[in-house]
């Protein structure tokens, strides 16, 4: 049978890159953006990266882009890699007047990276297969699948590295919206780990966004 490869967007370092598609520096929101708190230790969350709303590529509307932090208090054991529990948040904006928002005292900021979009594709059919039911043979199409698909992509099916841990809200499985490695960028997602975006699938969804992580 030949391979369903599904098309998405690798996200990749690129100078100069897509407005708002970032990693690191200070958060440049298209609109009003207020720095969240963790919900765990109550200190300022850690800038991580921003992804814009681009028609054709990454559809975010009625957003103009969504700003993900997490919390890196070195004094707490904050679950930051839980998507609910308060201690990373995604933070999406409304188009309005644009504003760049400094890190609030005490918290650094990451190396800045600008980012692009770059033409890719997966196998979506072997990336979606379910390990515990899965023939050798599946398994040993998920291995390749995994290895040539890119680390950090918008689209497609998520590249989980410690098992499936789909999120859900108002009842429904998420959207997988985007996924960032932690390499070379210097992110503290565990051992080589990956961050994972999802959306609620309910337009009125009253927190539409969640951010979660894995280490490798």
């Not at 918290?107 to 979506?124: C, I, N, Q, R, S």
């Not at 680390?151 to 859900?168: C, F, T």
């Amino acid at each position: 049978m030949p391979r369903s490869l599904a098309p998405l967007w690798a996200l990749v370092p690129q100078r100069p890159g897509v407005p708002l598609l970032k990693v690191g520096g200070a958060p440049q929101a298209a609109g009003p953006l207020d720095w969240p708190a963790c919900e765990m230790c109550g200190k300022p969350l850690r800038f991580l990266f921003q992804l814009p709303h681009v028609e054709g590529r990454l559809d975010l509307a009625p957003y103009a882009s969504v700003h993900v932090f997490q919390c890196e208090n070195p004094d707490s054991v904050c679950f930051r890699w839980d998507p609910e529990e308060g201690a990373n948040a995604v933070v999406p904006v409304t188009a309005g007047a644009p504003s760049g928002v400094e890190p609030p005292e005490g918290v650094k900021p990451y190396a800045e990276w600008t980012l692009g979009f770059e033409p890719a594709t997966e196998d979506t059919a072997a990336l979606s297969v379910d390990v515990n039911e899965a023939s050798d043979e599946e398994l040993a199409a998920l291995d390749r699948a995994q290895a040539e698909a890119p680390e950090s992509k918008v689209g497609g099916v998520p590249g989980w590295l410690n098992g499936e841990a789909m999120p859900e809200c108002c009842d429904e499985p998420m959207h997988f919206v985007a996924q960032l490695a932690a390499m070379p960028y210097g992110l503290e997602f565990g051992d080589n780990g990956r961050g994972y975006v999802f959306r609620c699938q309910r337009q009125d969804c009253a927190r539409p966004f969640r951010f979660l992580t894995q280490g490798a």
